[in-house]
T-cell receptor, first 113, second 113 residues
Framework: AQTVTQSQPEMSVQEAETVTLSCTYD???????LFWYKQPPSRQMILVIR??????QNATENRFSVNFQKAAKSFSLKISDSQLGDAAMYFC??????????FGAGTILRVKS | DAGITQSPRYKITETGRQVTLMCHQT?????MFWYRQDLGHGLRLIYY???????DKGEVPDGYVVSRSKTENFPLTLESATRSQTSVYFC????????????FGSGTRLTVV
């Protein structure tokens, strides 16, 4: 079974600084997708960024980018120029054959002004 | 309105009672999912459905029942609620091509007293 591990229960970053959230996963599948979801206090799950495993190029969405290391099974999220609105719980997630989305335990990101 | 809606948003029930959480989506997505969110565990899959009349167990199915007679609806029933089922429940939906991730409802906070 696939597993996703987020080793940082909580992170803090100063406004306008850069922060990196870590995620590792375990799978024997060769074709899969990875995601980062943001959950603000409103509880809504918001898709931040996605990465296709067969693409070597790291995905980027505005201030959000990933460092995808397929051999190491690592998928970290970098947030540049952090803003107060980035404060939230962030979940790393995996989906492969069978289309089930498997989540990590989450990382709480706090942004200091 | 287009989207995925869950009801109720909040629910308090007593131990031993049956309770049903509703999920409705307007996109005709083939896949639908039920997750529960608990601190330290992220989101854990309870049940999922690949199409109408096709359902399968996820990671934590015990104590829950689902049905999917219509593509747009995927209700989750707790047959005899227990305090350990106090949680936030999320419904999600998506196409069979899972590389775009899934869309989540706003969640139902269920408290069993």
């Amino acid at each position: 079974a696939q597993t996703v591990t987020q080793s940082q229960p909580e992170m803090s970053v100063q406004e306008a600084e850069t922060v990196t959230l870590s995620c590792t996963y375990d799978t024997s599948e060769s074709d899969y997708y990875l995601f980062w979801y943001k959950q603000p206090p409103s509880r809504q799950m918001i898709l931040v960024i996605r990465q296709e495993a067969y693409k070597q190029q790291n995905a980027t969405e505005n201030r959000f980018s990933v460092n995808f290391q397929k051999a190491a099974k690592s998928f970290s999220l970098k947030i540049s120029d952090s803003q107060l609105g980035d404060a939230a719980m962030y979940f790393c997630a995996y989906t492969g054959y069978g289309n089930k989305l498997v989540f990590g335990a989450g990382t709480i990101l706090r942004v200091k002004s | 309105d287009a989207g995925i809606t869950q009801s109720p948003r909040y629910k308090i029930t007593e131990t031993g009672r049956q309770v049903t959480l509703m999920c409705h989506q307007t996109w005709s997505h083939s896949y639908m999912f039920w997750y529960r969110q608990d601190l330290g565990h992220g989101l854990r899959l309870i049940y999922y459905s690949a199409a109408a009349d096709i359902t399968d167990k996820g990671e934590v199915p015990d104590g829950y029942v689902v049905s999917r007679s219509k593509t747009e609806n995927f209700p989750l029933t707790l047959e005899s609620a227990t305090r350990s089922q106090t949680s936030v429940y999320f419904c999600a939906s998506g196409h069979s091509d899972s590389n775009y991730g899934y869309t989540f409802g706003s969640g139902t906070r269920l408290t069993v007293v």
